[in-house]
């Protein structure tokens, strides 16, 4: 005969199949907490902790010397929230961060494409996560431009140090005589990726020529990470 299972036993048995389900059932929520509104863009591209670097050679756009946009993806505070967070959790959030431009920044020679790279230094007591683009907008009198993204940069995870610091690149094309609209910026407004609250840094370099409206303009950004 088949043999008989105390009550106490099935009791323990079914308790056990029940926190199994249970805990196969839980998981951890991810993607960004950041509410609706103003953010930087991050991207889906790229894995791994990394630093980015510009890439491609210089092209040419009415005989100016340019770096390669690899084309546009729309407007850089624009972009809805991502998934910029790292193992623990923690991006790096506009607080914790000390912006500013590097030295050597600006056109090198009359009629290039000026290059800005702004620095983002964790001031925090913990390490934080950046992936994908921030947002930037170049500001002055009643014009707000929006930036495009350096599309032929795949952007990459990001960790940043207490006291460390990445960077990214604003390249702009500089207003010549002649050129057609003719744009001076006061202030660059920058969102961190997956944040909502921007900090803004003065201009101090020449005017721009004013392409808000073109399919791949000559000003635009680059994933934070890049050099």
């Known amino acids: ?4 299972t ?6 323990v048995s079914l308790a056990a199949g029940l926190t199994l389900t249970l805990t196969a059932c839980g998981g951890n929520g991810g993607g960004s907490d950041s509410p609706s509104g103003t953010t930087g ?3 889906s591209s790229g894995t791994g902790t990394a630093t980015a670097t510009v890439t491609g050679s210089p092209g040419a756009d009415g005989g100016r010397s340019m770096a390669p946009s690899g084309g546009s993806t729309g407007g850089g505070t624009n972009a809805g929230p991502g998934t910029g967070t790292g193992a623990d959790g923690t991006r790096c959030r506009t607080a914790q961060l000390a ?3 590097a030295p050597g920044s600006g056109a090198q020679s009359k009629g290039s494409q000026g290059a800005v790279t702004v620095t983002l230094t964790n001031k925090g007591a913990k390490s934080c996560v950046m992936k994908g683009y921030p947002g ?3 500001v002055g009198g009643p014009t707000r431009w929006s930036l495009t993204r350096q599309t032929s940069e795949s952007p990459s995870t990001v960790t940043v140090r207490p ?12 207003f ?3 050129d057609g609209q003719e744009f001076r910026p006061k202030s660059i407004v920058i969102t961190p ?5 921007s900090h803004s840094l003065p201009w101090t370099y020449s005017s721009v020529l004013l392409q808000d409206g073109a399919t791949r303009p000559g000003t635009y950004v680059g994933p934070v990470g890049s050099k």
Request: charged share 20%; net charge negative; proline share 15%.
């Open 193 to 197: 990726p997956d944040e909502t609250h």
């Open 99 to 101: 912006f500013a431009v």
């Open 1 to 4: 005969m088949p043999p008989r």
């Open 41 to 43: 863009a991050p991207d």
């Open 6 to 11: 105390s009550p106490l036993t099935a009791i």
């Open 136 to 138: 930037v907008d170049l």
């Open 176 to 178: 010549d005589k002649g």
């Open 163 to 174: 006291g460390a610091t990445t960077t990214f690149v604003i390249f702009y094309l500089p």
